[in-house]
Each structure stands twice: as structure tokens, then as C-alpha cells.
């Protein structure tokens, strides 16, 4: 399709365990942005990419966190040594230009044992 | 400190009437309100926006108004309709890129 897509739609891993996680925007887009839902809340802020550079990553909880998009297209969201606080869905957006309405995946559904 | 509040975690309204949501921000800065519909197990759908040099925008069924000085958004569905029942996020931003959001209303709409 056509939309924002993100792999994999779930994944469980253990405490300690290093993860990655997949974004592949709308062609074209240049503006690309990370969130995490949790239970009952909002989408909260992580990272901002505007083509290959984050341009705000003011969101990233701590350095565990680390998210790349070398050639400014698909994007790869990183923890590390994760913990069950980790556990949430991750959210993935992108934007013809920053300032306009975000179309979202549908999210990785990331659960820490 | 939350920025963007939705103080009514739900709403439940008949087929045909009005359903009426609404957003409290904090931050006088933002300067561009959105309004997002969520599915379960989907990711938001944007539904509409507003720039603060306005006071209302409209798209079909859906009305968003702001009010500046109370720093108070809505979002009017009319009439609303049973596949309108969705969580609905209030989403603002003071800059390009970022956007804070409320934590939702989830919406009912009985036939």
C-alpha cells in the first residue's frame, strides 16, 4: 500500500535484549517522526527526522534510545538493554513537510518479559 | 506537567446528534491544532486542523473551533454517526515537527 508501513507489527523479547524497529514512510515524504503509546495515554514524542538528520530527539527517554534514517527514507528505531518500561507501541509518521498533518503506521506492539 | 489535556475520557452520544470534544492546551506557543481518529489496533488517521490565526475550520461533518484566549479547541461532529465511535487525540505543535498530544476520548456513537 500506499500508507506508512512498520515491521514488525509485534514483538516480545526479554528483559536485557537489544531491539530494532521499522519504519518505512510515504514515498516522498521528508519529514519522519517516532512516537510511543502507552495504555490509556497519547502518542508521546520521541524523535524527529527532517530527511537524513534529527532534527529533535528531545523525546528519546535516555540513551538506551537511538533511532537512524541514513538515507532518509526508512527509518530504524533502536533500544537497547531494554526494560519492561519499554513495553508500549511505537508509533511511526511522516509528513510531506514538517508542519503538516502526520499520517501514522499502525505501530510495533513492543512487549518486554 | 501535561501540555494538551482531554478531561473527559469519554463521551457517548445517539446516531444524529451532536457530539462535541474537547481539548485544553497549556502551551501559548502552539500554534497549530489537529484533530486524529484511532481504531484499536490502528494507528491515528488525521481528521482536521486549524492554525491559530484562526477561530474555526470546517470539513464536511466535522467542525474544529478555537478559542484563543481560554486556550480551548473542540471538535464538532453533526451529525454523528455509529463509525464515528473511535478514540479522538487533540495534537498540538509550536514548531514544525513536534507534536504534543492530549490522551484521547473515546467516543461512542449509538444507533
Known amino acids: 500500500g500506499a500508507g506508512v508501513s512498520q515491521t514488525p507489527s509485534n514483538k516480545v523479547t526479554e528483559k536485557g535484549k537489544y531491539v530494532e524497529l521499522r519504519c518505512d514512510p510515504i514515498s516522498g515524504h521528508t519529514a519522519l517522526y517516532w512516537y510511543r503509546q502507552s495504555l490509556g495515554q497519547g502518542p508521546e514524542f520521541l524523535i524527529y527526522f527532517q530527511g537524513t538528520g534529527a532534527a529533535d530527539d528531545s523525546g528519546l527517554p535516555n540513551d538506551r534510545f537511538f533511532a537512524v534514517r541514513p538515507e532518509g527514507s526508512v527509518s530504524t528505531l533502536k533500544i537497547q538493554r531494554t526494560e519492561r518500561g519499554d513495553s508500549a507501541v511505537y508509533l511511526c509518521?511522516?509528513?510531506?513537510?514538517?508542519?503538516?498533518?502526520?499520517?501514522f503506521g499502525d505501530g510495533t506492539r513492543l512487549s518486554i518479559l | 506537567d501535561q501540555q494538551v489535556k482531554q478531561n473527559s475520557p469519554s463521551l457517548s452520544v445517539q446516531e444524529g446528534r451532536i457530539s462535541i470534544l474537547n481539548c485544553d492546551y497549556t502551551n501559548s506557543m502552539f500554534d497549530y491544532f489537529l484533530w486524529y481518529k484511532k481504531y484499536p489496533a490502528e494507528g491515528p488517521t488525521f481528521l482536521i486542523s486549524i492554525s491559530s490565526i484562526k477561530d474555526k475550520n470546517e470539513d464536511g461533518r466535522f467542525t474544529v473551533f478555537l478559542n484563543k484566549s481560554a486556550k480551548h479547541l473542540s471538535l464538532h461532529i453533526v451529525p454523528s454517526q455509529p463509525g464515528d465511535s473511535a478514540v479522538y487525540f487533540c495534537a498540538a505543535s509550536a514548531e514544525a515537527g513536534k507534536s504534543t498530544f492530549g490522551d484521547g476520548t473515546t467516543l461512542t456513537v449509538k444507533p
Open positions: 509518521a511522516s509528513s510531506s513537510r514538517p508542519n503538516q498533518p502526520q499520517h
